[in-house]
Structures are given as C-alpha cells and as structure tokens.
C-alpha cells in the first residue's frame, strides 16, 4: 500500500512535468507578435478609465508640455495597469514588454481628445 503510494506521487509529479514543459515552452511561446496590441484592444475601456483618472489628476498648468506631459501619463496608466492585471506572472517578458510598449505608443487611442493632444486641457 505505501509502494502504491509513492507510484501514484511520482506519476503525479511526472505528468505535471511535462505538463509545465509544455505550457512552458509551446503554448506561450507560441503567441502571436501582435498579442500585446490583442490584450490592450481587450482592456481598453479599463485602460481609458486608468487614464482618464490621471489625466485629471495632473496639474493643468503642469511645466512639461503637452507632448511630455500625455508621455508621462500614459507610463503611469501602463504601470497601473499592468500592476493590477498582473500579467508578468503569466506572459514572458517579451509579451509583457509589448503591452507596455503599445500602451506608450501614440499610435494606440486611450480615449484621448483632440483638445487633450493639442495640450488644451
């Protein structure tokens, strides 16, 4: 009864290695180069909302210029965003690193206004 045992422990421990094998190395890896711009279309009324919120709370007569000043808002809407979700515990620091860089891009719409580009706030 204990031999029966420690079989079924290390059969355990064995289909759970190579199940960790296989999510480590295929399934993740296998991600579309575009999954980071997939997950933020995905989040993006989360990620309006994070924005929105710091874009108010910034000083309207701020020093920076309006450039500068969407620049540094949306790194703090890309690092609250990515604190809550979490998503550097599940994706690999490529897929994580373009999250971040598709929310800094200019090109990725955040529910900015015209006015708010132009730096009439």
């Known amino acids: 009864q204990t031999m029966f045992g420690a079989f079924v ?4 421990w064995f289909v759970a290695s190579i199940l960790e094998f296989y999510l480590e190395f295929f399934s993740i890896w296998n991600l579309e180069p575009s999954a980071g711009y997939d997950i933020c279309n995905a989040f993006q009324a989360e990620l309006s909302r994070i ?3 710091f874009s108010e709370a910034m ?6 210029g309006p450039k500068m000043k969407d620049r ?3 790194e ?7 604190d809550k ?3 550097d515990s599940v994706l690999k620091a490529d897929r994580f690193s373009a999250i971040m860089q598709t929310i800094l891009s ?12 132009e730096g009439k706030v």
């Not at 200019?106 to 580009?117: I, P, V």
Request: charge should be negative; glycine fraction near 8%; proline fraction near 0%.
């Open 72 to 74: 540094l808002i949306r």
């Open 9 to 12: 422990a290390i059969g355990g």
């Open 106 to 117: 200019e090109d990725f719409d955040l529910g900015t206004t015209s006015s708010r580009k």
């Open 85 to 87: 979700t979490r998503f």
């Open 59 to 64: 000083d309207i007569n701020h020093i920076l």
């Open 51 to 53: 924005y929105n919120e």
């Open 76 to 82: 703090y809407t890309a690092r609250e965003f990515l």
